[in-house]
């Protein structure tokens, strides 16, 4: 999905994100859903463990992705691909596939709370399994190349007009 703000190049001002989003929030949000949990943050802000991630893909994604996560023939549809397949990979961001193992997917992947192992999966864990995941990327495909931990989740076009913004405004006045 490309990024709709301004900011990353697409045509919404910041006020028509807010009044979306609000706008989302309000018609179909369900307040008290996360009350007592302790979700994990949407940005990762550890460094993922490569070995510690393979187990727990085993542990809580391979019953549906596969061995390895290289696709389970005996599912028809999406979970017969592979998630580690480099051209996959080469095209999606460490942040996506993070996406994908907090939200999961509407009746079809359990969310971080109910993953295989039975209990909710912690921001460790999480990051853990994406790093394994991502360890299959060919970097010079890396999407995230280059950028650090702390930044990962912001799309190159982004930053690189954030960064043009940014030295514009230094240029003196004329
Ligand atoms: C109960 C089965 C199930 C489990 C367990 C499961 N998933 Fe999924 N996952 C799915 C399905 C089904 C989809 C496809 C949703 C769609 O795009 O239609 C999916 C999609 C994905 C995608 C996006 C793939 C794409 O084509 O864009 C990623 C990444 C992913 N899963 C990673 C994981 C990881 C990592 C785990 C373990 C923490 C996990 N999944 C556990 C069923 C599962």
């Not at 991630?53 to 596969?66: L, P």
């Not at 480099?86 to 997917?105: E, H, K, M």
Request: proline letters at 9%; hydrophobic letters at 35%.
């Amino acid at each position: 999905m490309p990024a709709f703000a301004q900011s990353g190049g697409g045509m919404l001002t910041d006020q028509q994100v807010e009044v979306l989003a609000h706008g989302l929030v309000t018609a179909w949000g369900k307040p008290g859903l996360l009350a007592g949990t302790n979700p994990p943050p949407y940005k990762a802000t550890l460094h993922g463990d490569v070995a510690a991630g393979e187990k727990g893909f085993a542990d809580n994604c391979a019953s549906c992705h596969g061995e390895g996560g290289k696709g389970n023939p005996d599912i028809p549809g999406t979970l017969s691909g592979s998630i580690v397949d480099p051209a996959f990979l080469g095209l999606v961001s460490d942040q996506y596939v993070r996406n994908f193992v907090i939200a999961g997917f509407p009746d079809q992947m359990p969310d971080w709370r109910s993953h295989d192992s039975g209990k909710p999966l912690s921001d460790r864990e999480i990051t853990d399994i994406v790093a394994w995941v991502a360890s299959h990327r060919e970097p010079a495909a890396s999407p995230t190349a280059g950028v650090t931990p702390e930044a990962s989740s912001i799309h190159p076009a982004a930053m690189k007009s954030a960064k043009s913004m940014a030295s514009q405004r230094q240029e003196p006045h004329s």
